[in-house]
Every structure is written in C-alpha cells, then in structure tokens.
C-alpha cells in the first residue's frame, strides 16, 4: 500500500483545512509532523500534493483526483470498521456537516448541541453557507439541503417541509398599494436572491405571473428578510425565515391562498456502505426532531399549504 492510512488522514486534513497549521490544530499535531507526513507521502507517490509559495499552499490536480477516490474509501474502511464494534461503543471521530446559513443558525443549531451533549466522543463541524457544496469532495459527512434534490448519487432522508410565503412590509404596500389578486403583482418589485433566478424558484405556477425584478439582490434569506422589513420590495422566502416578523406585524403575507407546493427539508449524505455509526446516529436524531411539526409554522400553515406531496429526492431511507 503506497501511504499509511495516517498518511492519507493527514494528506485529507490539509486539503480540508487549507494549510499546515490548520490540520495540525485540528488534529492536535505540530507543525513538523503534518509537514513531514505530507512530503513522505508525497515521496511514496513520487508526484506533487501541494505547491508553495510564500508560506501558502495550494493542492495540484493530483491531489484533487486522488482525494476524490480516497474520501469513500477511507469512510468505507472507517464503517466496516464501525460495524464490527459494539453498538454501545461510544461514537468517536469527526463529523463535518454543511447547512444552509439561515436554517443553521435559527433551527439546526439547538438540535446539533443535543446531539453533540449526548455524544462527548465527536468532534463536530458545522459549515453554514448558502451555496451547495460537493459533499464528498470538500470532506463533509452529511448536508441539509432545502428544496429538491437534482443529484441523484446522495443519499436522503426527508426531516419536514416549509411553504414559501411571499411577505412585503406594511409601509411598503401602503406607498405601492395593495395586492388583491395575482394580476397585481405586475407592478411590484422582488427583492431577488442571488444563488437562483425568481424563475427557478417561483412556486405558484406559470399563470401567476412573478413580480419584476427590483434593485435589491442578496445571497442570503436573512438578508432578503431585512430588505423587506426596510420597505425596499416584495420578498419570497421559506417560512422558517419570516415567521417571528409574520407574527408581530412586521411582515405582511401576500397572497396568501395560493396553491404552491412546500419546500423539502432534507438531510443528504455520500452512498458509503455500510453507513457510519456516526452518520446514522446523526440522521436518527435529526429525523426525531423534527418528527412533529416544526414548531415555527404552529397559527400561520393554510390548508393550502400544508401539507402537499411529497419531495422528490433521489433515495428516501
């Protein structure tokens, strides 16, 4: 075998963390030792991992290649590892999960600390961007993806849904005017988001026509959120977002008795077998917490949108 499976441990840590010092910290090793693991695998096969410069490094096409096939490899080992002890062995290792920003921070976030209180033995990584990310590649155990899913190589498991609500603020529609019917919103402005066109996420069907584009853009619901509450347009975000500014008046739902169909609320995770411990264990616990309703619709679901089809995901588990 060409590399220790410290060596391809340590050669992974690099690529994830970005440097050197990176990988020592999150390992608990010096500098020295990461640096030297690094260059003895890289002898081993006698090609270039990283170039430097400056103090900086940056991974060659090799290692890219090579960690695409070593990442399910070494979580495939790690599992058939796994599967072989008691099932009262305390969970240990590390577990990486990407989120979107705003779900993470108002609801992910209290549900990973239970998690993480009941098992002391994981070192937990949480990742909250918006944009989705190749999980296999860029070393993440599990991601949450919101809406459906279009890569049918993940694995998934529904946790809940979330209907879309199109919110302006009380100021705005009082200087634009109102909106009665869907004809109205002809003649009004979307703050848009920018990791997708309205188009591609518009869930009221072709003959509701979309407002136009406004001014405001932004990559982040939370911020979409602001932009509505200052009067600056129409916004169409997941309830999960707006529901707090529904509530106190904040926010105004328009239109809201339009048919849509909900939002998926997923958690998505490389197809390695046999599944970790870790992983599984992790799923588990998502899927109890949201088993009831997501306590953020209670007082503002519509028949209209509760409910609704199922998500289309690749593998539902």
């Known amino acids: 075998m060409a590399g220790t499976i410290s060596d391809i441990e340590t050669f992974l840590a690099v690529l994830d963390a970005g440097s050197i ?5 999150r390992a608990d090793l010096s500098k020295s030792v990461v640096s030297k693991r690094i260059s003895d695998f890289e002898t081993v096969l006698g090609v270039a991992l990283f170039t430097r410069h400056a103090g900086r490094i940056a991974p060659t096409d090799s290692a890219l290649s090579l960690a695409d096939r070593l990442r399910p490899a070494l979580a495939e080992l790690v599992a058939a590892t796994e599967s072989a002890a008691s099932p009262q062995t305390a969970l240990r290792g590390r577990l990486a999960i990407a989120a979107p920003m705003s779900f993470g921070i108002r609801h992910l976030g209290p549900v990973i600390a239970d998690f993480a209180r009941a098992h002391p033995g994981l070192e937990i990584v949480l990742d909250y961007d918006d944009r989705h990310t190749d999980l296999a590649r860029a070393g993440f155990d599990l991601g949450l993806r919101i809406g459906h899913l279009k890569d049918s190589s993940l694995m998934a498991r529904r946790l ?62 939370e911020a979409m959120r602001d932009m509505a509450l200052g009067g600056l347009g129409l916004a169409l975000l997941p309830l999960f977002i707006v529901h707090d500014a529904l509530r106190d008046g904040r926010l105004v739902r328009v239109l809201p008795d339009l048919p849509q169909e909900p939002l998926p609320i997923s958690m998505v995770w490389p197809p390695i077998r046999p599944m970790p411990r870790k992983t599984r264990a992790l799923i588990d616990h998502m899927a109890g917490a949201f088993a009831e309703a997501p306590p953020w619709q209670a007082g503002l679901l519509r028949p209209a949108t509760a409910g609704g089809p199922a998500p289309r995901t690749p593998r539902d588990i």
């Not at 010092?21 to 910290?25: E, K, L």
């Not at 200087?175 to 109205?184: A, F, K, L, N, T």
């Open 21 to 25: 010092s990176g990988a020592a910290a």
């Open 160 to 221: 809940c849904e979330d209907p879309r609500a199109l919110v302006a603020s009380p100021d705005y529609l009082a200087r634009q005017g109102g909106i009665r019917q869907p004809s109205d919103l002809a003649r009004h402005e979307v703050i848009g988001y920018l990791n997708a066109r309205l188009a591609e996420i518009w869930p009221f069907g072709a003959e509701t026509g979309a407002p136009r584009p406004g001014r405001i853009t932004a990559n982040n619901g």
